[in-house]
């Protein structure tokens, strides 16, 4: 089902905005209560972080925004493409100027990162629309700016120097 009238498509819009919004900080709340010594408080961070995301996902559907691999790649690619080339430039560029060394860092890490998202999506793509799989065995993910290496973690991240034993592995 699309959504076709503008008000409940702009709401639609907004709800799935929000309860995205939610489920990532439920996950952050839930890691943050892990470190604090709060296992169950993180477990019902991550269930209703769960549920947000249904919520969300159950809205993006109904807006018609999911497509076949390869349209969600390209969706994918836009998405990474816009941060890199509009969005975090001028967000880093604003914090600089502001002198918000946080805001600096942060968003300089995430600019880096998103150049190689970008990336990885275009060749996902290619060959996703072969009707084929990408081949790899792991992804890595820097835990402190998310800079993201394919079948094997460099020794130290080149982004923020955080050592290769402390990326989160995707097998």
Same mark, same amino acid.
Do not use: W
């Given at each position: 089902?699309?959504?076709?009238?503008?008000?409940?498509?702009?709401?639609?819009?907004?709800?799935?905005?929000?309860?995205?919004?939610?489920?990532? +900080?439920?996950?952050?709340?839930?890691?943050?209560?892990?470190?604090?010594?709060?296992? &169950?408080?993180? +477990?019902?961070?991550?269930?209703?972080?769960?549920?947000?995301?249904?919520?969300? +996902? &159950?809205?993006?559907?109904?807006? /018609?925004?999911?497509?076949?691999?390869?349209?969600?790649?390209?969706?994918?690619?836009?998405?990474? %493409?816009?941060?890199?080339?509009?969005?975090?430039?001028?967000?880093? &560029?604003?914090?600089?100027?502001? /002198?918000?060394?946080?805001?600096?860092?942060? %968003?300089?890490?995430?600019?880096?990162?998103?150049?190689?998202?970008?990336?990885?999506?275009? +060749?996902?793509?290619?060959?996703?629309?072969?009707?084929?799989?990408?081949?790899?065995?792991?992804?890595?993910?820097?835990?402190?700016? /998310?800079?993201?290496?394919?079948?094997?973690?460099?020794?130290?991240?080149?982004?923020?120097?955080?050592?290769?034993?402390?990326?989160?592995?995707?097998?």
């Amino acid at each position: 089902m699309t959504v076709k009238r503008a008000m409940t498509r702009k709401f639609l819009e907004e709800a799935f905005a929000g309860e995205s919004m939610a489920h990532m +900080k439920y996950l952050i709340f839930a890691e943050k209560a892990e470190k604090e010594g709060y296992p &169950n408080i993180a +477990k019902l961070f991550r269930a209703i972080a769960h549920a947000e995301f249904v919520h969300a +996902k &159950n809205h993006f559907i109904a807006l /018609g925004k999911l497509g076949k691999t390869p349209e969600n790649l390209q969706a994918g690619i836009d998405g990474e %493409t816009f941060e890199v080339e509009e969005m975090y430039p001028v967000y880093n &560029n604003a914090a600089d100027f502001q /002198g918000e060394k946080d805001a600096v860092r942060t %968003t300089r890490y995430a600019l880096e990162a998103e150049k190689i998202h970008a990336e990885l999506y275009k +060749k996902a793509k290619e060959t996703a629309e072969g009707g084929k799989d990408i081949e790899i065995e792991r992804v890595y993910i820097c835990p402190v700016c /998310g800079y993201t290496a394919v079948d094997e973690a460099p020794e130290y991240c080149p982004v923020c120097g955080a050592p290769r034993d402390k990326f989160v592995v995707f097998e």
